[in-house]
C-alpha cells in the first residue's frame, strides 16, 4: 500500500532549503498539509528572511498542494509555540514534526569560541526540544503523533571540527529514546534520520560527483517511513545515495568483579571481557542497565 498521509498535518522546520524543502515538497505531494518553517538565515546562523519558505509554499501550491510558511527561530520556545498555535487555528490538528532546521559553526576546538558552541547546541537540541514540546501536549490529546529528529553521523561517530554540531546531534539521540518511552501509549512514534546529502551545509566538501549521487530526495524516501502511521519507534535510520541502514546503540553483557577485587587494576586487566561483544544487547530504558548491573551483584552475594 502507498504511503500516504491525506488529512494531516505536518510541520517542518528548515523546509526553505534543500533536506526540509525536499521533505515539505514530499509530504504535500502524498497529501499532507504543510507548514514551511524557515528563518531564512545563512549557513551559519547569520541574517534571515521569509524569502526560502514561501518559494517551497509555492512550489507546494504549484503542485496541487496546501501549504503556509512560517518564520518562527526554532530557539525560540515562544516563536514555535506561535508556529503551532498557527497550524492549529488553520488545520485543527499537527500529526507529525520533522525537526529538520540547523545551521554549522565549525572550527576545531580549540579555535571554537562557548558563543559558537552554545549557539550551534541552541537551534540543533534546544531548537529540536522546543519544537518537541511545543506540539507534544496537542499528539497526546489526539492519540496521535510522528516525531523526526535529524541526528547525524558526526554525533554517533565524530567529525574533526564539529564538536558543537556532533554533540547536539547526539544528544537528539538521547531526546528521542527518553520521549519514546513517555509517548509510547499515545501512539506518539519518534525517530531519528541520519542524512548524507549534497545540501549547501556541505558546499565545496564533496566532489561534483558526489554530490550528484548524494540527492536529498534519496533522504526524503527514507524520512516518509519515520512519518507513517506503520513507523518505526525508536529507530536512527541513515540514509544517503539511495543507501539505507539501521544504527543501534548497544551494551556489552560485560563483568563482575567482587568488593575486594573492584580496584582500577581489575577493570583495565578485564578490558578484554568488558569490550567483548558475544552477548551484546539494545537496552530500551535506563534502569535495563541497572538490573543488569544489581542482578549480577545480588547473584554473586547470595552464592558467597
Given at each position: 500500500m502507498k504511503i500516504r498521509y491525506d488529512g494531516q498535518v505536518a510541520i517542518v522546520t528548515g523546509a526553505g532549503n534543500g533536506l526540509g524543502r525536499s521533505h515539505a515538497l514530499a509530504l504535500a505531494e502524498r497529501g499532507a498539509k504543510v507548514v514551511v518553517n524557515d528563518l531564512g538565515g545563512a549557513v551559519d546562523g547569520s541574517g534571515s528572511s521569509s524569502d526560502a519558505a514561501l518559494q517551497t509554499v509555492?512550489?507546494?501550491?504549484?503542485?496541487?498542494?496546501?501549504?503556509i510558511s512560517n518564520d518562527a527561530n526554532v530557539a525560540d520556545f515562544a516563536q514555535?509555540?506561535?508556529?503551532?498555535?498557527?497550524?492549529?487555528?488553520?488545520?485543527?490538528?499537527?500529526?507529525?514534526l520533522v525537526n529538520n532546521a540547523g545551521i554549522l559553526r565549525d572550527k576545531s576546538f580549540v579555535k571554537m569560541t562557548m558563543a559558537d558552541f552554545q549557539l550551534v547546541v541552541d537551534v540543533h537540541l534546544m531548537g529540536s526540544a522546543n519544537c518537541t514540546k511545543a506540539v507534544w501536549e496537542l499528539m497526546r490529546g489526539q492519540g496521535y503523533g510522528r516525531v523526526v529528529m535529524t541526528t547525524s553521523s558526526s554525533g554517533m561517530y565524530g567529525n574533526f571540527g564539529q564538536a558543537n554540531y556532533g554533540a547536539a546531534k547526539m544528544a537528539v539521540v538521547g531526546l528521542m529514546n527518553t520521549l519514546v518511552l513517555e509517548g509510547d501509549k499515545y501512539d506518539i512514534k519518534?525517530?531519528?534520520l541520519s542524512p548524507t546529502a549534497g545540501t549547501r551545509m556541505l558546499d565545496g566538501l564533496l566532489t561534483d560527483e558526489a554530490s550528484a549521487?548524494?540527492?536529498?530526495?534519496?533522504?526524503?524516501?527514507?524520512?516518509?517511513?519515520?512519518?507513517?502511521n506503520d513507523a518505526p519507534n525508536r529507530t536512527i535510520l541513515c540514509a544517503g545515495a539511495g543507501g539505507y541502514a539501521?544504527?543501534?546503540i548497544y551494551e556489552t553483557n560485560?563483568?563482575?568483579?567482587?568488593?575486594?577485587?573492584q580496584t582500577p587494576?581489575?577493570?583495565r586487566a578485564n578490558m578484554d571481557s568488558i569490550e567483548n561483544t558475544d552477548d551484546q544487547k539494545i537496552l530500551v530504558g535506563g534502569f535495563q542497565q541497572t538490573d543488569k548491573f544489581v542482578a549480577k551483584?545480588?547473584?554473586?552475594?547470595?552464592?558467597?
Open positions: 509555492r512550489l507546494i501550491e504549484q503542485a496541487g498542494g496546501e501549504a514555535v509555540e506561535a508556529m503551532v498555535a498557527q497550524a492549529v487555528e488553520k488545520w485543527g490538528r499537527v500529526d507529525i519518534v525517530n531519528c549521487i548524494l540527492t536529498v530526495e534519496s533522504v526524503t524516501t527514507g524520512l516518509l517511513t519515520l512519518c507513517d539501521r544504527t543501534h560485560g563483568i563482575f568483579l567482587a568488593p575486594e577485587d587494576e581489575n577493570v551483584a545480588s547473584a554473586y552475594f547470595k552464592n558467597k
